[in-house]
Structure formats: structure tokens, C-alpha cells
């Protein structure tokens, strides 16, 4: 090793792909050291927030189609851990960080609601490890590396759902049911990589792609791929294995709910595309069997049995879970159209229905805090006493449903694009029926909040300015990505593009 | 426990010899087997089982709760600072080479001594704090009433 390899002088512009990563990883540990709840919310908030502007800088960065790639501890790749940015992940990782930066001003007052003060500097410090896992997840090329980060992401999430035990003792068996199917999940994962290492002998997932290419019939390929499919199946809630989305959701404090809402199944759907267009290829007869009687059917049952069950739901919280799991539906669907548009229509819904359900749930965290639960029958007329927070659940409610003007309409829009482009007209009626579904349990809830009776014997203020505003930041942001589609749609198509140009180059 | 005297004996015996094993094992990490992990395991053993002897109090009084929550703390930061290190001689993260640039050799040894000394810290503590979750666990029957 001449000393020149050895010390390429990276300029902080090199280090991005790293440091996005690294400042939660560092902050958690400080949380820890200084003890002070005040100091934990500074540092989180920090951390967060240029891991955010990094984020940015790398989207920009990878916009016309370039790839960064960092070497961790001087290896090269294949042997050493590579960082690898594209247009996907650096989409990806904008979004995680973008919505821990946006809730986490959120963050202070319900929690000081939710959870006893003496909990707070260790609830920042597992919400910063759970953002670093899922960050790390989403931002390496190494196939063991993003099960590293996966674990690091899952176990400091049971924790934060065991969290909401002081309001409901019932979040701890959510939080075990949830330990039980994400272990199994990961376990399903790391013996699908163990499959593809035993036959390649490689972790890096370029030159995992280019040795997988010509195993096509390989059986131990096969199985890998099913055993990855199904873990990280666990992992996104896919529909029949969502079963333990709705009770962690609802019993989870509203800022992690509305945390994990939006960014931990997402980057699970990101794993699943990086795995299914870049290291696996796409024109495989397995691969295209799959997509073709497993995924789409099954997405298409989850669109409607999802809906369905939020329909019947009385819990506002456990609703939008269930229709969480019906919107991971419409992504798995685009990814099973297995075209550019498909892919393009999955990774843009990824962003929109982030923003969109963390609105949501952020509005019912304000309810929680006022009324003490998120039972529909809690809610009676809450439109006049709560008017700014209930406006920011109609936005939300709209661009779920897919209303035209709102952010939601652009991914279905898409979807449906796709659909038709295979001439799949079907395949476009059913998304549109299944958003009418959206909107019987959205105006079940908007009922409840606006044409019902307030009880008058209840003095309700709106919550503090602290939670309104990252709120209606967000619910502005619904809005915004409905007219503007310059920055969302565009990276979607350069992210898809780059997916299926024969996976990572 | 009072009554065992062989076993306090024993076990006040071995506390110093585990101990001391633990840290030739953290200490060759980088030559032979062994590393920060099973030294930090080790090390923890010798708390849990003057615990289980000597009973939760008096090893607490050792070892506070305290300063265990802080040290696995302590461990990460060390694993990462060691990076952060490195990214501030204007290397790649982790990259040990860069901490002697005229002898990459012993840049790499003071590197991996770092950082599985963060390790070994860090999972010694957990374990205790793990045991000290379970051990101060009150019991759901008292014990006369069996």
C-alpha cells in the first residue's frame, strides 16, 4: 500500500455519503453521556437536520444519473463496504431524514404528554439509532451491511413501541408481536443473502448482480431470492404478513407511529426494489413469475381487504394503520408491473404517502394530547374546538385518497399510467375503486370531526405552535407535491431509470 | 448466600483472574482469537457472578447503575469517534492507515486497539446492564409465599 492510496484527501463533499449516516450514530451515544433531555432533543434535532441537508446535496448530486461511492475504511469493493448513492436511495434517505427533521420539533411536547420525563433522553437516543439503522439501510451497497442496519433499526423500534406501554399496557405485547415477525423477517433476509454468498461469494451487490446474471436456473439463487422476498415481505407489510403493522402503530406513541409511518416499511419497499431490479435481474422467469401470481395479486387483496378493515375500524390510530397496509399495496403493485413507469409510480407513492401519513398521524398525536384517545367516539366535533389541527387531517385525508391537487393523486395518477401502458385497463378500474374505499373511511373520520355535536362540557384549545406548525409543514408539503412535481417525479423516473438499466453500474 | 462459604471463597477467588483474562483477550484481539467482544463478555462475567454471590446491592455498589448506562454509551462513542478521527486527517471513515501515514502498519494497529477497546467497553456494560434489567426485576410471587 503506497502512501498515496492510503490518503486520498476527501473533501467534506466526498464524506456526504457517510456523514448522512454517521452524525445520528454519533449523537445517539452523546444523548446518552449528557443525560439532559434538553441537550438529547438539541442533538437529535442537529443530527437529523444535516443529515437532511446532506441527503439534499447527494439528490442533487445524483440527479443525472451519477453514482457516488464511498469506501469505508479505505477497501476497496468488492472486499471492503461500499456507501452507494444513486438517484433511488438518495430519494430515499432525503425523505427519512427530511420527516425525522420535520417531527422531531413535533417530538418534544408529545412526548413530554406520552411518555414520563425520566424516559425522554433514552427515547431520543433509540429515535436517533433508528434513524441511523434505517438511513444505513437504505444507503449501502454491501448486502450484509444493509442486515446490520436493518437490526440496528428493528431493535431500537421495539423499544420505542414498548414506549407507549405508560398510555396502554397493551403496547407491549404489539412490541413483542412486532420483536417476534421482524426477527423472523430478518432471519428470512440473512438466510436469502447466506444463499446468494454460498453461490457468489460476494456481499457487495454490484458484483453480486454481475455474478447472479448468469445463474438464472440456479436453485440456491432461487432460493435465496424467496427467502429475500418473504423477510423483507415481513419487514414492508406485505398484506397477508402485515399482521403486526396495525397493533404497533396503534399502540406506539403518535411521534414514533407517525415516525415509522412514514420511513421504516418504506425503506423496507426500497430493500425490496434494490434487490428485485438491481442485484436480481428483473427479466428472470422466476423473478417475472413472481411479480406476475404472487405480488400483484396479493397487492391488489391488500388494497381492498386493507381498506375494507379501516372502514370497520372505531380506533382512528389502528385505521390509518390498516391503511397503511392497503398503501404499501398501490407500491408493491408498481413494482409488480415490472416496467419503468410501474417502478417510477412505487418509488414517488413511497415519497407521497410518507408525508401524507405522517400528517395524519401527527393529527391524531394532537388529538391524543386533548381529548386522551383516539376512539372515534373521542373525537365528536373536535372541527370547531380543534379547527387548525382538524384542517391539517382533511389535507392529509385528501391527498390519501388521492384527490387531484394533492401529492397523493400524482402517485396514483402514475400508477394508473403504468397500468394502462400494459395495457392492464383492469388493473386502473381497481386502483380507482379501491381509492373510493379510501374515501369512505376518510369522510367516516371527517363526519366524526365536522357534522357531529362538540361536547360542550370539554374546553379544548389547539395544540402548542411547536406541534401545529411541523404539521401543517408537512400537510403544505401534500399540497406543494401535487402542483410541483419537478423534484419528486423527476427523481423517480432517473431512480427508476437507474434500477432497470441493468441494475447499479 | 451467607451460608456457602465455599462458594464465596471461590468466587472471590476467580473475580481477579477473570478479570485480568478479560483483558489479555481484549488486548490480543488483533493477534489471535479474541477481540473486544469476548473480552467484554468475560468481563461482564465477573460482575454477574459476584452478583449472583454476593447478591444485587453489593455489586451495584461496584459498579453503579449509573456509570454502566454511561459506559455503554462511552464504548459506541469510541468505536465512532476512531472513525470521526480518521475523516478529520481527511481520510475515508474507519480508515486506520491514516492515523501514521509513514507507517500505515502501526496505524492500523492503533486503530483496531481503539476501536475494539469502544467494543469491549460497550458489550461488557450491556451485559451487566442486561443482568442488573433481570436480576432487580421484582418478583412476581415473594418468596414466602411459595
Known sequence: MDSAAILPGLSIIDQLPL??????????????????????????????????????????????????????????????????????????????????????????????????????TLFYCCYLLCLTGLLGVVATGDAFNVFVFLEISALSTYVLVAMGAERDRRALTAAYDYLIMGTIGATFFVIGIGF?????????????????????????????????????????????????????YTYAPSVVTAFLAATATKAAIYVLIRFMFSVFQPEFIFELHTFKWILMPLAILAMFAASLIAVFQTDLKRLLAYSSVAQVGYMILGISLASKTGLSAAIIHLFNHGITKAVLFMVVGAF???????????????????????????????SLIGVPGTAGFISKWVLIDAALQ???????????????????????????????????????????????????????????????????????????????????? | ??????????????????????????????????????????????????????????????????????????????????????????STYLNYSSFSPSNPISGQHWGIILVELGVGITVASVMVAIYYAFAARPPVINDEEW
Not at chain 1, 374546553?459 to 419528486?488: H, Q, R
Open chain 1, 19 to 120: 456523514l448522512a449516516v454517521v452524525l445520528p450514530m454519533l449523537a445517539a451515544p452523546l444523548c446518552v453521556l449528557f443525560g439532559n433531555r434538553h441537550i438529547a432533543w438539541l442533538l437529535a434535532f442537529l443530527a437529523s437536520l444535516f443529515s437532511f441537508l446532506f441527503s439534499f446535496h447527494m439528490l442533487l448530486q445524483v440527479m443525472d444519473g451519477d453514482v457516488l461511492s464511498y469506501h469505508l475504511g479505505g477497501w476497496a469493493p468488492p472486499m471492503g463496504i461500499e456507501y452507494r448513492i444513486d438517484a433511488a436511495n438518495a430519494f430515499v434517505l432525503m425523505l427519512i431524514s427530511g420527516i425525522s427533521t420535520v417531527i422531531l420539533p413535533y417530538a418534544r411536547r408529545s412526548i413530554a404528554y406520552e411518555i414520563t420525563k425520566v424516559s425522554h
Open chain 1, 196 to 248: 446468494l454468498y454460498s453461490v457468489t461469494g460476494t456481499l457487495n451487490m454490484v458484483d453480486m448482480a454481475e455474478r447472479i446474471s448468469t445463474l438464472e436456473d440456479n436453485r440456491t439463487v432461487q432460493a435465496g431470492f424467496a427467502f429475500i422476498v418473504v423477510g423483507m415481505g415481513l419487514k414492508a407489510a406485505i398484506y397477508p404478513l402485515h399482521l403486526w403493522l396495525p397493533g404497533s
Open chain 1, 368 to 398: 391524543l394530547m386533548r381529548v386522551g384517545g383516539s376512539f372515534t367516539k373521542y373525537l365528536n366535533g373536535l372541527g370547531k374546538q380543534m379547527p387548525i389541527t382538524c384542517a391539517a387531517f382533511v389535507v392529509g385525508g385528501l
Open chain 1, 422 to 505: 400494459k395495457d392492464l385497463w383492469w388493473l386502473a378500474v381497481l386502483i380507482v375503486l379501491s381509492s373510493l374505499l379510501a374515501v369512505i373511511y376518510v369522510w367516516k373520520v371527517v363526519e366524526v370531526l365536522y357534522m357531529k355535536q362538540p361536547d360542550e362540557t370539554r374546553v379544548l384549545k389547539e395544540v402548542p405552535y411547536s406541534m401545529l406548525v411541523p404539521m401543517w409543514v408537512l400537510a403544505i408539503a401534500c399540497i406543494y407535491f401535487g402542483f410541483d412535481t419537478d423534484l419528486t417525479l423527476r427523481s423517480a423516473t432517473v431512480a427508476a431509470e437507474s434500477l432497470l438499466s441493468g441494475g447499479i453500474k
Open chain 2, 1 to 90: 448466600m451467607r451460608h456457602h462459604l465455599l462458594l464465596r471463597v471461590i468466587t472471590k477467588l476467580l473475580v481477579g483472574p477473570i478479570l485480568i483474562f478479560a483483558l489479555y483477550v481484549q488486548f490480543h484481539g488483533e493477534y489471535s482469537p479474541g477481540g473486544g467482544f469476548q473480552a467484554g463478555a468475560i468481563f461482564a462475567v465477573a460482575f454477574i457472578l459476584f452478583g449472583i454471590v454476593f447478591g444485587l446491592d453489593k455489586v451495584q455498589e461496584v459498579f453503579p447503575p449509573w456509570l454502566v448506562h454511561k459506559l455503554s454509551a462511552v464504548g459506541v462513542l469510541l468505536y465512532a469517534g476512531t472513525g470521526v478521527y480518521s475523516l478529520m486527517l481527511n
